[in-house]
């Protein structure tokens, strides 16, 4: 029985799949349809459980190590980038490699790359564990760079006397905290020199500025996302900096306890950049089965940014015998993979 308490809920926009994303996802997908499965990917392709899912049922395996890949076969690098070393052991090995690093993570490389043949330091503000930072870390020197992964390590960070500082940011950050670590960081190295261009993301910006917009109007605030999504944790904290105080990452529709919004009238809902549109229409469907809901769509900008497949060839595979069919995907959603069937003669880049 639906309780007389309508609720009134804010959906934040932009929200969901950014175009680094679906780039990542067309790209496995366009693997799967040339090649057949099984597709390795190196490391999770991006940071959602769903859409992991949906690649396994279809024959997409994952692996953290190249030594997990069987000879022959094809194997995806992630969205997050990986290291020079690892392309190299591919090619030592002569594994057919697709490279599915978003443009934006690509952009980062190139511009702690700048810095370094320039002659500075580079600080790489970001979680010194996350694969984007460890895809980055080795295009450098390990004397020439340091993780500066808070204020305090900003604060406390050295550096040679007459050496220059430069630095680059991971691209799913915390704006306004990444901010005040700048800030630091400027304090203490007046000629800090900074990215020719914004390296935190656009689509990560977006959905911040989406979520400050109304986390402070509301009671709740929901972000749909991952714990392993950098983004969608990110975004927890931006509601309760804006002062929310009742906020939660919602890994699976289905686990929320509805209990927890009872006493909500206004509640604030939103999804991570690697989270799929159609777990917000799961989680909208299930509070309408026991409130009157009131949807309200707040929106603080439109995006536009579409990332093209890169267009080279696929790389030739040995003529090797690949046991394991093709399966096919049980809790297909429709929406989750937007213009998924890419014609084969638009090509892929041999990393």
Not at 91 to 97: A, H, Q
Not at 135 to 148: D, M
Not at 267 to 282: F, H, N
Not at 313 to 333: A, E, G, L, V, W
């Amino acid at each position: 029985m639906k309780s007389r308490l309508p609720l009134k809920v804010l959906l934040a926009a932009p929200r969901s799949f950014c175009a680094g994303v679906t780039r990542a996802i067309q790209i496995v997908e366009a693997c799967l349809e040339h090649y057949g499965a099984p597709v390795y990917v190196r490391h999770a392709i991006v940071h959602n459980e769903h859409v992991l899912r949906e690649m396994e049922a279809k024959g997409v395996i994952f692996v953290e190590e190249l030594s997990e890949v069987p000879d022959g076969v094809p194997v995806v690098f992630s969205a997050h980038g990986v290291p020079p070393s690892v392309v190299r052991s591919a090619e030592e090995r002569g594994l057919p490699t697709i490279d599915a690093t978003c443009p934006l993570v690509a952009r980062v490389h190139q511009e702690a790359m700048r810095h370094h043949r320039s002659g500075c330091q580079v600080l790489v503000i970001g979680k010194k564990n996350h694969p984007e930072i460890l895809g980055l870390l080795g295009y450098l020197p390990a004397k020439e760079c340091q993780v500066i992964g808070d204020i305090e390590a900003a604060k406390n960070v050295q550096i040679s006397m007459n050496q220059p500082v430069a630095y680059v940011t991971q691209t799913t950050l915390s704006v306004e905290d990444t901010g005040q670590i700048v800030k630091v960081l400027r304090k203490r190295f007046p000629k800090l020199i900074e990215p020719r261009t914004e390296t935190i993301c656009y689509a990560t910006a977006n959905r911040q500025k989406a979520t400050r917009a109304i986390a402070a109007k509301t009671e709740a605030f929901l972000v749909l996302g991952s714990p392993t999504s950098s983004n969608s944790s990110r975004l927890t904290e931006v509601a309760r900096q804006v002062g929310c105080e009742k906020v939660r990452l919602v890994p699976e529709p289905d686990e929320l306890n509805l209990r927890w919004l009872d006493d909500v009238s206004v509640l604030g809902l939103t999804a991570g950049a690697s989270a799929p549109e159609y777990l917000v229409q799961q989680l909208i469907d299930r509070l309408a089965q026991s409130r009157s809901l009131v949807i309200e769509e707040v929106s603080v900008t439109e995006e536009k940014i579409h990332f093209r497949l890169p267009i080279k060839r696929f790389p030739k595979t040995s003529q090797i015998s690949i046991s394991r069919s093709p399966t096919k995907s049980q809790h297909r959603q429709e929406g989750l993979y937007r213009n998924k069937h890419i014609a084969l003669s638009q090509e892929l880049h041999l990393a």
